[in-house]
């Protein structure tokens, strides 16, 4: 019978492992893009044998899709409107756009792995791909409650298309960072672009 040591000890190195394994992906990914990442270069990378990447993840489309994941949580975590107390509507929304852009610099991967495979189109559509498009509508659905809370009087329409903008526009910034690298003050854009949805938002709400 497992010892409660042995047991905790095999848990924290599977655990260990794990996260070996998804940052040695990110790396690869990073690098190479997703054809470009193989079982055989994160083992190599990680130090890992294969099987025991197999063992964690079925394949390399399943590692992918757990990479996007993983980043994902930590960026979702900087979606978040800063309370009341924190200033005027417009203060609070952008240094809730500071906070992401922060984020991304510090975790690119759910965004840069996720717009490349959203971008391709393959006859079989890569789980990676689906997990990226299914949490970005999480966030677009906290971005577009936080249009609600802020802009009451904004028609649900109105509410969707600032949306759709804020998105977009965010997506831009961020492939602008990764063509032109660390030259680009992502943050100094992200606060820049949400004074300018703000802004716009507020318009659409009370029309001159």
């Not at 848990?11 to 990073?30: F, K, Q």
């Not at 949490?135 to 009087?153: K, M």
Request: one cysteine or more.
């Amino acid at each position: 019978m497992t010892s409660p040591n042995t047991e905790r000890k095999r848990r924290a190195n599977g655990v260990e492992s794990r996260r070996r394994i998804l940052d040695a992906a990110v790396a690869i990914a990073g690098e190479r893009g997703y054809e470009g990442t193989s079982i055989a270069a994160v083992s190599a990378k990680c130090g890992l044998p294969a099987s025991s990447i197999y063992w964690h993840f079925k394949d390399k489309d399943d590692l992918i899709a757990a990479v996007i994941e993983r980043s994902f949580e930590t960026w979702l975590a900087a979606v978040e409107l800063p309370g009341e107390d924190a200033g005027t509507p417009l203060e609070r929304v952008t240094a809730m756009a500071a906070n992401v852009a922060r984020s991304l610099v510090d975790t690119p991967d759910f965004l840069r792995l996720g717009l490349m495979l959203a971008l391709e189109q393959r006859p079989s559509e890569p789980r990676g791909r689906t997990v990226f498009l299914q949490v970005r509508d999480v966030a677009r659905q906290r971005i577009a409650d936080i249009a609600r809370t802020l802009l009451p009087e904004l028609a649900e329409a109105d509410v969707q298309t600032l949306t759709t903008y804020a998105v977009a526009g965010a997506d831009g910034l961020f492939v602008h960072r990764e063509i032109h690298g660390e030259a680009v003050d992502l943050v100094a854009m992200f606060e820049l672009h949400a004074r300018m949805v703000f802004e716009a938002g507020a318009r659409l709400a009370s029309p001159a």
